[in-house]
Structure formats: structure tokens, C-alpha cells
């Protein structure tokens, strides 16, 4: 098996055994050494399941010091996917990227035009990953006027997966943003992944104008 994958299980295998009881919340694990002995691993695949348990809010705990078993982390009401991040973000990747066939269609594009880009990774005040939020658009940036957003579920992939400290085709929310221009045109698209044990999504309905023809 790979070492990713390895260690990917065994943080998933503690998720679990944490769920299922067998340590409380704010009680230690065992060493790195007593639990790659356990399973069978070097202790650097369990630092590895360790680290990445932090990041996604189930374990506590500093670097080379023992973790314990983190609070659950708060659950999250998404009202406006079109509101600014009110805590810390980082910026992951501005490379800009050929349109694909569906940004194509979101945008009113041709395909494989060359579009900016970004990609920004929101954090809880705990320091957590807790969505990821990428941008197309062509040009410069311009004021909107309006936004649309559809509401799906998407399998993470590999990069997102371990952005958010958790395992590659879970399934998470993705809500699709485009940002419109006074006459209605696409100005900028955005994909929100939200992991859905840490959302609950409650959008507000757009305004009814009566019947549309």
C-alpha cells in the first residue's frame, strides 16, 4: 500500500475508533511508537495520520508533543456564499488556467481561453481548514451587481482532500458562484467546497418578481 494511502487509513481507522468511544474528548492518545507498534507501521506514517487528525479538528496538540482527543468543531451556517471570509485565509495557487468546457459555459467563454485564477483556503479561528474557494474570471476583477449560486455535492479530490485534512472522494458541498454584471453577464465563477461535517448550508431565496415567462 502506498505511504499516503497508509496513513490516510490509520487516521481514518482513529476517526472512527474516536467516534465509536474509545477515547474521550481531551483524553491522550498513545505514542507515536505505541500506535505504529499497533499497527504495524513506522511511527512516522502515525505522526503523518496524526497531523493530519489535527488539521481537520479531531485531534489537539503541538509537534512531537502528545495529542488528545480535540472538541468536536463548531458547526458552521453558510447564509451568503457571497460574503467575505471574516477570519484568516491563505492563498494557495493564482496560476491561471485554460478554460474548461463547463468554466466555458459559466463564463459565456470559449474553450481553453486562458482565465486567472485563484485558489483560497478559509480558516476557522482554531487555525482549521474549513472551505476552499477557487475563482475564474477573465481579465481584471470587477464589481458585481448580482449572484447566482446552485447548490450541489462533489467527491473531493486528491488536492482538496488534503487541503482539508480529510480522505480523497469523500463527499462534500460544493456551491457554484457566479458573479453577474449590471446587464446580467458573467463577471466571475467560483466552486465553494464546504466539508459537510463542518456546514450546515441555509441560503435565503432569491426575491419573487412573480411569474417568469
Known amino acids: 500500500m502506498p505511504a499516503d494511502a497508509r496513513y490516510r487509513r ?38 503523518l495520520a496524526y497531523a493530519l487528525l489535527r488539521r481537520t479538528g479531531v485531534l489537539d496538540g503541538e509537534e512531537r508533543k502528545h495529542v488528545t482527543v480535540a472538541h468536536p468543531p463548531a458547526m458552521r451556517t453558510l447564509t451568503d456564499a457571497d460574503a467575505e471570509w471574516p477570519f484568516a485565509s491563505e492563498t494557495t495557487d493564482t496560476r491561471p488556467r485554460p478554460a474548461t468546457a463547463e ?34 474570471w477573465r481579465g481584471r476583477r470587477k464589481p458585481h451587481a448580482a449572484v447566482v449560486v446552485e447548490l450541489g455535492t462533489v467527491p473531493l479530490g486528491i488536492e482538496e482532500a488534503h487541503a482539508l485534512g480529510l480522505l480523497a472522494d469523500m463527499p462534500a458541498y460544493r456551491l457554484t458562484r457566479t458573479r453577474l454584471d449590471a446587464a446580467g453577464l458573467p463577471l466571475e465563477t467560483a466552486d465553494l467546497i464546504l466539508p459537510m461535517d463542518r456546514w450546515l448550508i441555509r441560503l435565503s431565496p432569491a426575491p419573487w418578481n412573480g411569474p417568469r415567462s
Open 103 to 136: 468554466l466555458a459555459e459559466r463564463l459565456g467563454v470559449r474553450v481553453g481561453t486562458t482565465l486567472q485564477h485563484e485558489t483560497v483556503e478559509c480558516l476557522d479561528p482554531g487555525g482549521h481548514s474549513a472551505m476552499l474557494v477557487s475563482s475564474w
Open 10 to 47: 490509520i487516521a481514518a481507522d482513529i476517526r472512527r475508533r474516536i467516534q465509536g468511544g474509545e477515547w474521550q474528548t481531551g483524553e491522550r492518545l498513545p505514542s507515536r511508537t505505541d500506535m505504529a507498534a499497533a499497527y504495524g507501521v513506522h511511527p512516522q506514517t502515525v505522526r
